[in-house]
């Protein structure tokens, strides 16, 4: 009886304990759904705000006009297509090329400065505007798989084009905006400053100079926005917004394995391509661990209300489900790179000879690492699986800054993320609900890409990457890609966007506390 007795008390601990643990779970739900809205919502800040009426045709087609213009990066006479470019640029702003302080730091970068008048309110600090003029190039041989020309064509609602999704859009759409805003004759109370790369898809170095010329030159912001984020569609039942709030970081490792030669018809039991082989399964089977990243947190408990039941059971409870949201994030090479550092094999060689065995071969990795982790921390996590594996003795994993002598590739450390409870997120959310009249959902994200932003980390309080254009999975694909397009009646809303961050700019976070611009000396050289 005493031990039918205990196994019932057993019995009952364990389901008053269920009952105590979905009670809980169910709180949480509820609390966090349904009770809790988030403290950087603040969906009214903008709301009287008025913005001038936009033609969203002309918008259109003064955007598939700047797509005519190739500007590839690396692309042949790079010099003749950009100067043009900047020429149609002023003749199609003429008002903002007259009125605003125009310069050209870096090749062919540009930096427009708009003075404010503060008037009889305290001094803001300045805000910068970014976005890049250059794109990738078009292969020839995806040319068939366009349905509309890859340099600017407008069919059935779309503008197609390089650069229509990245970033040249935005160079057009934010001077659109300026100039409608100047012939209003709007001024700002603020100075605002725009900075428009010139080579984004090629490391940002006409970035990391006007970075580098701003901290010269004492200017300190209160805000950078750049691309990144997104509106995205058919992921949740309405359209999400994510803000990216923080990005990775870079680094080229070439991995090296080694062995000994000799000829291919008498071969040895081990080869440099046969250990390089190896290493790159090893990798591939043993990533660099997960974890949620705080902004991925905030991205969950933000997006909670638009998940189904069993989701929002999920992401209200992360104390208790982390582990298993990091492990269903696995099935998504999109979301599986917020929850890790990640490192990708892009390029391989070996040999010199048909019948002679090679001595070495190696592969180029792509590492992306994510805050708190740095490029060395890579290196020494690729490093400790070979040895973990046996194969240290013939490959080695190290940082490089040079592939083929041609290409200059500067590891960058992951900046600081900008938090979610700041002034510059609570005010970009506040123009997305002005904007989207709060028919979407506003999260923090973290980009798992690089962005120009990266850059600016020691000259702006807050980084922020976003911008409105709407994507699905689909047309995320065509980045870099065949069929790269843009909604037309999007580009008029990125244009409404830009009116009301610009009108509306004196509303960001407090006076200016001047805390003094970081020296040359102290940027890193990522920086300079």
Request: hydrophobic letters at 40%.
């Amino acid at each position: 009886g005493g031990v039918n007795m205990c196994g019932g008390g057993v019995k009952g601990l364990l389901l008053w304990a269920v009952v105590l643990l979905a009670t809980l779970l169910a709180y949480n739900v509820v609390d966090k759904v349904y009770l809790h809205v988030p403290a950087h919502q603040d969906k009214d800040v903008l709301r009287d705000l008025h913005i001038p009426a936009v033609d969203g045709a002309h918008i259109a087609e003064v955007t598939r006009q700047a797509l005519s213009h190739k500007t590839v990066t690396l692309g042949p006479k790079r010099k003749e297509i950009f100067e043009e470019f900047h020429e149609w640029l002023r003749q199609t702003f003429p008002v903002l090329h007259s009125r605003l302080e125009v310069e050209k730091p870096h090749n062919h970068s540009l930096i427009f400065v708009w003075r404010g008048e503060p008037g009889d309110g305290p001094t803001l600090a300045p805000i910068l505007l970014m976005a890049h003029m250059d794109v990738v190039p078009v292969a020839e041989e995806t040319l068939h798989q366009w349905d509309g020309s890859p340099w600017g064509e407008i069919k059935d609602g779309w503008l197609y084009g390089r650069g229509s999704l990245d970033d040249k859009f935005q160079v057009v759409t934010l001077l659109y905006a300026t100039e409608v805003l100047l012939k209003e004759g709007f001024t700002p109370k603020r100075d605002i400053y725009i900075a428009l790369g010139d080579d984004e898809e090629h490391g940002g170095a006409g970035a990391a100079f006007m970075a580098k010329l701003f901290a010269e030159r004492g200017i300190h912001f209160a805000m950078a926005l750049d691309e990144g984020g997104v509106i995205s569609e058919g992921v949740t039942p309405r359209p999400a917004a994510v803000v990216a709030l923080g990005e990775k970081g870079l680094g080229t490792i070439k991995v090296t394995a080694t062995a000994n030669g000799g000829h291919a018809g008498m071969p040895n039991p081990e080869t440099a391509p046969g250990f390089l082989a190896r290493a790159i399964r090893i990798l591939e089977k043993n990533p660099p661990p997960s974890r949620l990243h705080p902004l991925m947190r905030s991205f969950f408990e933000s997006m909670s209300p638009e998940f189904s039941l069993p989701k929002q059971i999920l992401t209200t409870n992360l104390w208790l489900t982390e582990p298993l949201v990091v492990w269903t994030l696995q099935s998504s090479s999109s979301l599986g790179a917020t929850t890790r550092s990640t490192i990708a094999p892009v390029k391989l060689s070996s040999g010199t000879a048909a019948n002679a065995l090679p001595q070495t071969a190696y592969a180029i990795y792509n590492a992306r690492p994510m805050e708190p982790d740095t490029v060395e921390d890579v290196v020494r996590y690729m490093n400790a699986m070979f040895r973990r594996y046996g194969i240290s003795h013939a490959v080695q994993a190290q940082l490089t800054t040079h592939e083929d002598g041609n290409y200059h590739l500067t590891p960058t450390e992951p900046p600081k993320s900008t938090l979610p409870n700041s002034d510059a997120f609570r005010f970009v959310s506040a123009a997305i609900h002005r904007l989207t009249n709060s028919t979407v959902a506003v999260s923090p994200y973290l980009l798992p890409a690089m962005t120009d932003s990266r850059h600016y980390r020691l000259v702006a309080d807050s980084i922020v990457r976003f911008c409105p254009m709407r994507v699905t999975p689909e047309l995320v694909s065509t980045l870099h890609n065949a069929n790269e397009r843009i909604r037309v009646d999007n580009l008029k809303e990125i244009v409404e966007w830009f009116l009301i961050l610009i009108k509306g700019s004196d509303r960001l976070g407090t006076p200016a506390s001047n805390p003094g611009p970081p020296t040359v000396e102290t940027m890193r050289a990522t920086d300079l």
